[in-house]
């Protein structure tokens, strides 16, 4: 089963409007070839639109780094998937640990996000990942199968066309401590093996799952060669156009 794959860009707390105009123009310029690949970036909210003006005759497509569910109301400092796709973007990233942890968004909190985001057709990308402590309890699939469960409560199987899971370990978020591709490949097999059981064997063929989590130049290509890695979510490695373009360009 070949799945396209998706690298996408975290780009969290970083670039003023020039700044990610000019990050926006490169990457979208070392794109030009590689056709068969998708691409997204996900700048702050401020400079969705500018991003996605400078992308619009590139094959990159632009995401939000989280997203409300309701299309709009008294819902303050959140962005709804209106605005979301008003701004240019088709894709939001919800369950960052980043937001789990530092701004408590509980399972139950992101469920609400996964369908909000999917009730206006974004392509959605789920983040679960263990933390230290708990890779260290023996508790990583009993972590990452209770945040999928409740992550995915209520989504229906003709929605997960729309899904992609990123597996982002916590302790190797920043920290330049990547997963070995081994431990990668076993969470992302056992994620896969979890959708076939909530859904449907092509389902699960056919889901992209993500590994995020230190991903460098120098990495990506063992990663990507793992047979239930479809993809890479990167965080500070998105922010230089050059590493970014030579992780686009896995072999
Ligand atoms: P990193 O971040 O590549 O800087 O580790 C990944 C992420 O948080 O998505």
């Excluded at 030009?32 to 639109?49: C, I, K, N």
């Excluded at 330049?176 to 969470?187: D, R």
Aim: overall charge negative; some cysteine; aromatic content about 6%.
């Amino acid at each position: 089963m070949s799945r396209r794959a998706l690298i996408a860009g975290n780009w969290k707390m970083h670039t003023t409007v020039m700044d990610a105009c000019h990050l926006a123009a490169d990457i979208a310029r070392l794109c030009a070839d590689v056709p068969d690949r998708d691409v997204l970036l996900a700048p702050p909210f401020t400079v969705l639109s500018e991003v996605s003006h400078v992308i619009r005759d590139s094959a990159v497509i632009v995401g939000s780094q989280n997203v409300c569910w309701e299309a709009k109301g008294a819902f303050t400092g959140e962005i709804s998937p209106v605005m979301v796709k008003d701004a240019g973007g088709a894709a939001a990233i919800v369950g960052h640990s980043e937001r789990r942890q530092i701004f408590h968004e509980d399972d139950a909190l992101i469920n609400k996000r996964v369908r909000g985001s999917l009730k206006f057709d974004l392509l959605t990308i789920l983040c679960v990942g263990e933390t230290l402590e708990e890779r260290e309890e023996n508790n990583t699939f009993a972590v990452i199968e209770g945040q999928i469960r409740q992550g995915l409560a209520g989504v229906d199987a003709v929605h997960m066309g729309k899904v992609v899971i990123a597996y982002e370990p916590v302790w190797a978020i920043g920290t330049g401590k990547t997963a070995s591709k081994e431990q990668a490949q076993e969470v992302h097999a056992f994620i896969r093996k979890l959708i076939e059981t909530m859904y449907e064997k092509t389902i699960a063929e056919q889901l992209r799952i993500l590994y995020g989590g230190s991903v460098k130049q120098d990495n990506v290509d063992a990663l990507m060669a793992q047979q239930d890695i479809d993809g890479a979510l990167v965080g500070g490695a998105a922010l230089d156009a050059e590493s970014f373009g030579r992780i686009i360009h896995f072999r």
